[in-house]
T-cell receptor
Framework: DQQVKQNSPSLSVQEGRISILNCDYT??????FLWYKKYPAEGPTFLIS?????DKNEDGRFTVFLNKSAKHLSLHIVPSQPGDSAVYFC????????????FGEGTQLTVNP | GAVVSQHPSRVICKSGTSVKIECRSL??????MFWYRQFPKQSLMLMAT?????????EQGVEKDKFLINHASLTLSTLTVTSAHPEDSSFYIC??????????????FGNGTRLTVT
């Protein structure tokens, strides 16, 4: 039962353009969502998060949008840079989960120069 | 920021042997550590939650006798893969929660351990 889904395994974007990564979830108990960036053979690096009391959180080039009614969140990166090329994981947690994170399958972002 | 150190970064072992992976919180005390496993091109799957001074809680389908977890101090948790087999080859990653951290704050991860069983 995949409670967090990233339906796009890969995304290719031109440098300077916007990258939009999407994530859907099914568990209505999730109230905290995170995006992590991961390079091969390394652990995930935290990027940005959002609480369910908000619908948008922005940090520099990264913005996360949350649509609770649709159980959907997205990560916008603008402008995209070649160094952003990595696998991006969406993750979620619930108040009852004690910080346990449920991850999506990941999306490989490639930013072309 | 919170630093989680994982060692070794990669290990190759023969089938039937045991391998120990260490996860340390370097600048904070971690009451809870989490062990994840990632197969190629797949998601990170939580294996177990390790609480300092108590038994680990394993996720469904994870063999607790095969994956031994010890969280003996507030800065160290270990995962021992016992009697390793080739199907145990995977990327193992730990994360740690600061004892003062609320649940809705980001977890920080170690750099992972690539285990290859021949």
């Amino acid at each position: 039962d995949q409670q967090v889904k990233q339906n796009s395994p890969s995304l290719s974007v031109q440098e300077g353009r916007i990258s939009i990564l999407n994530c859907d979830y099914t568990n209505s108990m999730f109230d905290y969502f995170l995006w992590y960036k991961k390079y091969p053979a390394e652990g995930p690096t935290f990027l940005i998060s959002i609480s369910s009391i908000k619908d948008k959180n922005e940090d520099g080039r990264f913005t996360v949008f949350l649509n609770k009614s649709a159980k959907h969140l997205s990560l916008h990166i603008v402008p995209s840079q070649p160094g952003d090329s990595a696998v991006y994981f969406c993750a979620a947690s619930a108040p009852t989960s004690g910080s346990r994170l449920t991850f999506g399958e990941g999306t490989q972002l490639t930013v072309n120069p | 920021g919170a630093v989680v150190s994982q060692h070794p970064s990669r290990v190759i072992c023969k089938s039937g042997t045991s391998v120990k992976i260490e996860c340390r919180s370097l600048d904070f005390q971690a009451t809870t550590m989490f062990w994840y496993r990632q197969f190629p091109k797949q998601s990170l799957m939580l294996m177990a939650t390790s609480n300092e001074g108590s038994k680990a809680t394993y996720e469904q389908g994870v063999e607790k006798d095969k994956f031994l977890i010890n969280h003996a101090s507030l800065t160290l948790s270990t995962l021992t893969v016992t009697s390793a087999h080739p199907e145990d080859s995977s990327f193992y990653i730990c994360s740690a929660r600061d004892r003062g951290q609320v649940y809705n704050s980001p977890l920080h991860f170690g750099n992972g351990t690539r285990l290859t069983v021949t």
